[in-house]
């Protein structure tokens, strides 16, 4: 059986390709959408961030026998206190600047960050070794690899339970409320600096947890990062800047969206989603999602 002329085995083989792409997206922009709805910055390191958690991934178990397991929530960790520091020490002297101050500060550590990982590593970059859940589940229309699986579940669950967390929580409702008016939040005794420090310390490490779950189908280098960047802006811009729903949405979307234009137009497949988001941008400058949470 075809559908326009595509055999429907090649055509499900990679739209589910495409949902694991997807859901890189969803997780690596989500934390970028965290970052910018709670704190209006524009994280241009997220990129490094999704890199530096692939790699200490992979050094974790070339270096210390440390399996994926254990950094799985080691790597996002490490991570997300390396952010700590950086917004304690560098984003925390800008926030009463223009965004572009902001944007330019991460812009110039993310290519340090990227040195140093380039140093260490080089160019090409090194592969993980195979993926810690082995064997292939027949879904009936098609056979897929059980880790990849696991990448679909593990990141559709982060998401809605980081949604759930800002949107249907006390705690949520204190990130908002910080971010509208911090003196207010502060009366009633929330330490607001320490809030924030944390809420860019998740987002990071929601980047690093999306490149653990990539390291072992991906070759780990110091130049994805900026492939990835390029993409989630996209993504975010899409869905609307700082909407969480929209990110996790637009970001599952345009992975399927590029799967298919790899299936019947190859030559777009790169650009498919950059026209998505000129057109977005032209017909609804907000995102599909913007203003509506």
Sequence with gaps: MEIFGVPITALMAQLMIGLVNGCFY??????????????????FTHGAMFVL????????LHYFSINYWVMLFLAPLVVGLFGILLERFFLKRIYHLDYLYGLLLTLGLTL???GAIRSAFGVSGRPYGPPPISGIT????????????WVIVASLLVCAATWFVIERTRLGSYLRAATENPKLVEAFGINVP????????FGVALAA???????????????TGQTMIVIVFAVVVIGGMGSIL???VTGVGLGLVEALTKVYYPEASSMVMFLVMVLVLM????GLFGGHE
């Design 209 to 223: 947890f999306a490149g653990v779950l990539a390291a072992p189908v991906m070759q780990v280098s110091a130049l």
């Design 138 to 149: 027949n879904l009936g229309f098609l056979m897929i690899p059980n880790y990849r699986l």
């Design 246 to 248: 929209g990110t996790v």
């Design 112 to 114: 340090i960050i990227e």
């Design 26 to 43: 969803a997780v690596l922009s989500l934390g970028l959408a965290v970052i910018f709805g709670m704190l209006h910055v524009i994280n």
């Design 283 to 286: 017909i609804r400058p907000h």
């Design 53 to 60: 958690g692939a790699v200490l991934s992979w050094a974790g």
């Design 194 to 201: 320490m809030m924030v420090s944390l809420t860019f310390g």
